[in-house]
């Protein structure tokens, strides 16, 4: 069985580490198609937030408490660079992680794609599935806001890690989507996929922007593989992060119901086929999508594993097991 998921950074990573114990236990493959909108250059450095999250939290890296970047980080570039009162002050650059922006710019310069980087950085932390970023070309989230009584638009982590999000906000603009084409492989793991998942990642500020890449959407809103989302929401609240601030900005309504309904069913030019939903929305329905409610906190990798085996079993029997799915059934 082949599965591609489309996810973004901390959340779909977490979700990827239940996919891979699922994939493993089945002798499945696993592609995943990463966010790149949160992707900016600081201090000269290419700079890839979901890429580096995903990577990280696989290779077994990452700092659990904090959720970004490596674990046993330390923060003298950053010190330093903030004695030269180099901006901007407000990004967390650590050491460890600027070692990775390095090799990446360096890569990127000589005039290899995006995708090949990350291969060669997965060569050192060992994924144990294939990462792909959604596009080689360059695709920036940016945020109309408001600030000091001037309207402008600033990069995704300036309205995040400096303002927290907390200013006025108007929209979300996918900066370059529209010359963007998908990266080398993505469509071909697309099209062999058994199953496509969207990871319960931001669905504003993660998925969309994947998706703003029209021949990857094209793909998966048009192609062979059943589509199951995972919702991001539980009980009207995004667990954590920032899922409900860009959801008000969309003025999508902050449930699994209102998710669902954004993603669309295929039938009527969505997405979806399967929606999975926490045990607490039961009741959210999403017009011609299958919706199934199961536990969806990611407390560990074997309860996440066991919401990926029902995203799977929603997706139906072409993807399923024979002889599971006929005793489930
Ligand atoms: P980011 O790119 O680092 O912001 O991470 P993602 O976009 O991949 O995921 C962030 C989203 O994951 C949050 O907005 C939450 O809605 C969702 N999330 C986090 N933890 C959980 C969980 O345990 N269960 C579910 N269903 N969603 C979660
Ligand atoms: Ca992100």
């Known amino acids: 069985m082949r599965i591609v998921v489309l996810t973004g950074g901390i959340g779909g990573a977490r979700f990827l580490v239940g996919v891979r114990a699922y994939a493993r236990s089945v002798g499945a493959e696993v592609t995943a198609v990463v966010n790149v909108g949160d ?29 970004w970047g490596r674990v046993g980080e330390t923060w003298v570039v950053k010190e330093e660079l903030a004695r030269y009162g180099a901006e901007p002050s407000w990004f967390g650059l650590g050491d460890k992680d600027t070692a990775t922006h390095l090799v990446r710019t360096t ?47 600033i990069h995704f982590q300036e309205w995040w890690v400096r303002y927290r999000g907390d200013v006025p906000t108007h929209r979300f603009v996918f900066v370059g989507a529209d ?8 469509l071909e793991a697309i099209g062999s996929a058994d199953v496509v998942l969207i990871a319960p990642s931001n669905p504003v500020v993660s998925i969309a922007p994947i998706l703003a890449v029209s021949a990857l959407r094209e793909a998966v809103a048009g192609g062979p593989a059943p589509v199951v989302g995972v919702s991001p929401i539980i009980g009207g609240s995004p667990v954590r992060g920032m899922a409900d601030r860009c959801l008000a900005t969309l003025g999508v309504e902050v449930s699994a119901a209102g998710v669902g309904r954004l993603y669309g069913a295929r039938a009527d030019g969505g997405l979806l086929d399967g929606w999975l939903v926490d045990d607490t929305d039961a009741g959210a329905a999403v017009p011609g999508v299958t919706t199934r409610a199961v536990p969806l906190w990611m407390t560990d990798e074997t309860a996440t594993a066991k919401m990926v085996e029902e995203a799977i079993d929603l997706a139906g029997p072409r993807t399923g097991d024979a002889e599971r799915r006929g005793e489930a059934e």
């Open 179 to 186: 010359a963007a084409k998908p990266a080398a492989g993505v």
């Open 39 to 67: 992707d900016v250059r600081m201090h000269g450095l290419q700079i890839c937030p979901d890429l580096d999250s995903v990577m990280y939290t696989l290779g077994g890296a990452a700092d659990p408490e904090r959720g």
């Open 107 to 153: 890569m990127l310069n000589a005039g290899y794609p995006l995708s090949a980087v990350t291969a060669a950085l997965c060569e050192r932390w060992q994924p144990g599935l294939a990462m792909l970023p959604a596009t080689d070309d360059r695709l920036e989230t940016h945020v109309v806001v408001d600030v000091d009584g001037e309207r402008k638009a």
